[in-house]
């Protein structure tokens, strides 16, 4: 089994963790210490030796931080994780923060006592992060300690090891790509900010560089490695050996200097004695390594990772690949939901759904000879009211049963060596109020509004967004997380710079791949969220227009439940565009399904609105 089902800390543990941690502050010269969700990569998804704040708080979102002062303690969290927080943290120990409205950069100045010493580990940020903190500190008239340990390791006696798992090559037909041509032109952006030399500690950017995968991070196919890129196209790695085999090795060393991590510290020092001015991304790069590099008489190029946006913007490959990668993840899900439509109401689990998808996914990858290589995330199977924990993670603790006219959200994703894939849907459990099928129609009508969306060259995510909220914003409602996330190309499903939310100021550009996800969460009562993932493509001319438009075009096919469709809210526009992608969805994935139900139930879950199903 590719996920979990037990939770990795236990809230509980809190408060004995917490004094602690305080027990050491003294020591320490600090009065308070921050402990973020990343690791020492600047992670979303993170290894089990780095779950710092599960450990400590028991929280296990994929975004947080926790500030523990000696006072008080506070875990910072955004909207989508706001109810798990008070289902997992112990609410005598930690006050919830506002990680959007009130970070804290934000709550410093207004809670911090005068003179407030705050402790960071300053691999754990990056330092972007790090001037935000310096500076509220100085209004209130703290100060920021960088500390050389990370004290929370130091108390963690049962640390699990430094993950080992192993680096594999991604063909050039998946990635389209050589690495050596990759290295070459990222070489030249590097030369063209003026820089020596790039040090590369995304291990997204070093995966997607070197075309190689891992398996060092759950759900993630990266190798936690960092690099060094030299401006006049010279590449060095740095990679524990036991991490290789012959094969990955000899390719390696072929494009590159091979180095065991270890000595990735001491070759950038030594760059840097030597006078290189060593370019770093301020909001990737961890803070301590641009301290290294000053330290030792370097200069440090501030910019964004030149790779970021090559990496965002798909080839025409990655987007063939990532196409048939989602018909097999249709396939899949089309097995998946014929059987939970067929099952008896109250006789399923949210781990026993959970775990037959995974298998309909393994089935139809060993079917079509596309393994499934791993979840793209811990499936987010929530029924009734969970439904409405907009990132909530079954355990065997909450395990709830799927009971008769409650609503059942399904928010999964698989990694195939030719795609990432991630999928919502929502569907009927028996027959649900009328109330509940009036906000799943208004949030389609969200989702269509993106899917048909065309807009001119230089748009953000920001001036988009709007369009999936104005059907729930008619109705007095919203959703608390953005609408759509950047998806990787057998990498991370969360992957920059491109997203569609009120905060994202990336222009859109062709070939890359989003989200388009809009929700509505009532809590304590049900969940809705619909998603399918769209990349940006030059849009068709536009009869009497006069600019060049962009537009999505949509790699997701899985029907809609019908039954949950109020159709006298849909304008006719709308309800075409259901038929259409019912009948697109029916047409593509009809020749992948071989049992003579799943095909019948497609049928029906794909005919017209208003028709038999």
Not at 19 to 24: D, F, I, W, Y
Not at 31 to 58: M, S
Not at 75 to 97: M, P
Request: glycine share 10%; charged share 25%; proline share 6%.
């Amino acid at each position: 089994m590719f996920q979990s089902f037990d939770v990795t800390s236990t809230p509980q543990f809190g408060r004995e963790r917490v004094e602690a941690l305080r027990a050491a502050f003294d020591g320490l010269g600090i009065d308070g210490f921050l402990a973020p969700r990343a690791d020492e990569f600047q992670g979303e998804y993170v290894p089990k030796n780095a779950e710092r704040l599960a450990w400590l708080t028991g929280f296990t979102g994929s975004a947080g931080i926790a500030l523990v002062a000696r006072g008080e303690a506070v875990v910072f969290v955004d909207g989508r994780y706001v109810t798990q927080l008070a289902e997992q943290v112990d609410g005598s120990v930690f006050k919830g923060g506002d990680l959007v409205g009130e970070p804290p950069h934000l709550w410093i100045p207004k809670h911090a006592s005068k003179g407030f010493r705050l402790g960071i580990d300053p691999w754990l940020h990056t330092g972007g992060e790090v001037r935000k903190l310096g500076k509220a500190l100085e209004t209130a008239g703290g100060s920021l300690v960088l500390l050389d340990h990370n004290p929370l390791d130091r108390l963690w006696a049962d640390r699990p090891a430094e993950p080992l798992g192993r680096v594999k090559i991604q063909p050039i037909e998946f990635a389209g790509m050589l690495a050596k041509d990759k290295i070459a032109e990222m070489a030249a952006k590097v030369a063209e900010a003026g820089a020596d030399a790039l040090a590369v500690t995304d291990p997204s950017t070093t995966a997607w560089l070197f075309n190689i995968r891992g398996s060092d991070v759950p759900h993630t196919p990266h190798p936690l490695v960092r690099a060094i890129l030299h401006a006049g196209g010279k590449a060095e790695i740095f990679v524990d050996k036991r991490k290789t085999g012959i094969e990955e090795e000899a390719y390696l060393t072929q494009l590159a200097d091979f180095s065991p991590p270890s000595a990735f510290p001491a070759r950038i020092a030594a760059l840097s004695r030597e006078g290189k001015r060593i370019m770093l991304d301020p909001d990737q790069a961890p803070f301590a390594l641009a301290e290294a590099i000053r330290a030792a008489g370097g200069t440090v190029v501030e910019g964004a990772d030149p790779a970021r946006l090559p990496r965002a913007c798909k080839n025409a490959v990655e987007l063939a690949g990532s196409a048939k990668a989602h018909l097999q993840d249709g396939a899949a899900m089309v097995e998946f939901l014929a059987w939970l439509d067929a099952s008896e109401p109250g006789t399923l689990t949210e781990i026993a759904v959970t775990k037959k998808l995974e298998a309909c996914r393994a089935a139809v990858g060993q079917r079509m000879q596309n393994p499934l290589k791993d979840v793209s995330f811990d499936t987010i199977s929530g029924a009734g009211a969970h439904g409405a924990v907009i990132h909530y993670r079954v355990t065997t603790q909450t395990d709830a049963t799927l009971e008769d006219g409650t609503l059942f959200l399904i928010d999964s994703g698989a990694q195939y060596i030719n795609g990432t894939t991630d999928i919502t849907r929502t569907v009927a459990i028996g027959d649900v109020p009328h109330e509940q099928k009036r906000f799943f129609t208004l949030v389609l009508k969200g989702m269509i509004a993106i899917s048909t969306a065309r807009f001119p060259k230089g748009s953000r995510g920001c001036d988009l967004d709007p369009l999936a909220r104005t059907a729930l914003w008619k109705a007095g409602a919203d959703y608390a997380h953005g609408t759509g996330h950047g998806v990787g190309s057998y990498l991370s499903v969360h992957e920059g710079p491109q997203r569609i939310s009120r905060l994202a100021t990336q222009e859109l550009l062709p070939g890359m791949i989003l989200s388009n996800e809009p929700g509505y969460y009532r809590a304590g009562s049900f969940g809705i969220r619909i998603e399918n993932l769209i990349h940006v493509l030059a849009a068709a001319p536009i009869e009497g227009g006069d600019i060049d438009m962009l537009a999505f075009e949509t790699l997701t096919f899985c029907p809609l439940d019908r039954r949950l469709i109020v159709t006298d809210l849909l304008t006719r526009e709308e309800a075409d565009w259901i038929d259409a992608y019912h009948e697109q969805t029916r047409e593509k994935l009809m020749p992948l399904i071989e049992d003579a139900d799943v095909r019948g139930w497609l049928e029906a879950a794909t005919a017209p609105l208003g028709g038999e199903g």
